[in-house]
């Protein structure tokens, strides 16, 4: 069921007395609240049970709204933001004191992005002030990429859905860091750093690149995240067989080359198109999820080598659901 204009003036109502709504976007699903106030923004840290080590994106409508939450606005922003918003792109700059501490976690930057949904711009817009919107699920767990997703982790009283279909990106926005000398993906995403270099025509450093002596650092971004119940395990495709003899009881497979996965085992077939995997990807570990199998395997589903373009995206999520947990 899809939200209606009645649903996005419940929702404004809502966040305007410091109420938690969940909102579509073309990642995953968004834990609206409004940004610049702090009770609300505690509110959304105490609900995900997250770290407030762990900073949140802030959500606005258009540029405008960007710049008054940025201390400095630069001619780099201007141009990422004409180019890939309303979308998946969030930017890093100096933070504006109307910003809390609590949204950067103490930190003197903000991270800033538009998202690309059309209820979700018109709940903003309407508003007239912008949202905090970390993933709606509980800290460190597999992300919402539809409104059941969310209701199978809040109850209808703590959290408001706002229905607008399944997410068509299926992962977290590309973070990228603009305060340094050059600009730095602190997280991948659907937006490639080739993308990004391409349009600033110049060099951009990943996550890897050290910054002094020390490795490049988003605040928060832990090494276990995104991870379901069942341990994740990443197999090349020819390791598969021996794995699958090895297992304790009926594993399930995500296979996105057609692999054969012979019974008791059970296949999840995933798409070959990298696009298409991220869509998908969050939807299909909760279902692996679901029979509370001994392990999740998932067939590595880029050639051989590292992985490139939106494959180092999905690298990165399937990384994190599969390290060891805390
Ligand atoms: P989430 O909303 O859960 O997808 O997580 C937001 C992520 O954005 C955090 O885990 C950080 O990695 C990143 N982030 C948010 N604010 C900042 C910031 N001020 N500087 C660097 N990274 C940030
Ligand atoms: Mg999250």
């Known amino acids: 069921m899809h939200a209606s204009p009645e649903d996005i003036a419940i929702a404004i109502a809502l966040l305007r007395c410091g109420r938690l709504v969940a909102f579509p976007t073309e990642t995953v699903y968004g834990l609206g609240a409004e940004a610049l106030n702090a009770e609300s923004v505690a509110a959304v840290f105490a609900a995900k049970g997250r770290p407030a080590s762990n900073p949140l994106i802030v959500h606005v409508a258009d540029e405008a ?8 606005w630069t001619p780099s922003a201007s141009l990422l933001a004409s180019r890939f918003w309303p979308g998946p792109l969030t930017l890093v700059l100096p933070k504006a004191p109307c910003v809390p501490d609590l949204v950067t976690a103490g930190g003197p930057t903000v991270a800033v992005r538009c998202p690309s949904h059309p209820l979700t711009l018109a709940l903003i817009e309407t508003l007239g002030t912008p949202l905090v919107g970390p993933s709606a699920n509980r800290s460190g767990a597999v992300s919402p990429t539809c409104a059941e997703h969310v209701r199978e982790s809040f109850g209808e009283d703590e959290v408001f859905v706002l229905d607008g279909g399944p997410c068509v990106g299926g992962i977290e926005s590309t973070v990228l860091d603009l305060t340094g000398g050059r600009p730095r993906v602190l997280r991948p995403g659907l937006v490639t750093p080739e993308q990004i270099a391409g349009e600033l025509g110049g060099p951009v450093d990943g996550p890897g690149a050290p910054v002094g002596d020390a490795p490049a650092r988003s605040p928060g971004m832990m090494r276990s995240h995104y991870a379901p119940g069942a341990p994740v395990r990443i197999v090349e495709a020819g390791g598969l067989a021996g794995l699958l003899a090895a297992c304790a009881g009926p594993a399930v497979v995500l296979t996105a080359g057609g692999e054969p996965v012979a019974p008791p085992h059970r296949p999840i077939a995933m798409p070959a198109e990298p696009g298409a995997y991220a869509a998908r990807l969050y939807a299909a570990l909760r279902e692996a999820d679901a029979g509370s199998p001994p392990v999740i395997v ?23 659901a599969a390290a060891p947990r805390a």
């Open 65 to 72: 709204m960007a710049r008054r939450v940025c201390a400095h």
């Open 298 to 320: 998932v067939v590595r589903p880029w050639g051989g080598g590292a992985p490139t373009g939106v494959w180092r995206a999905i690298a990165d999520r399937l990384e994190r």
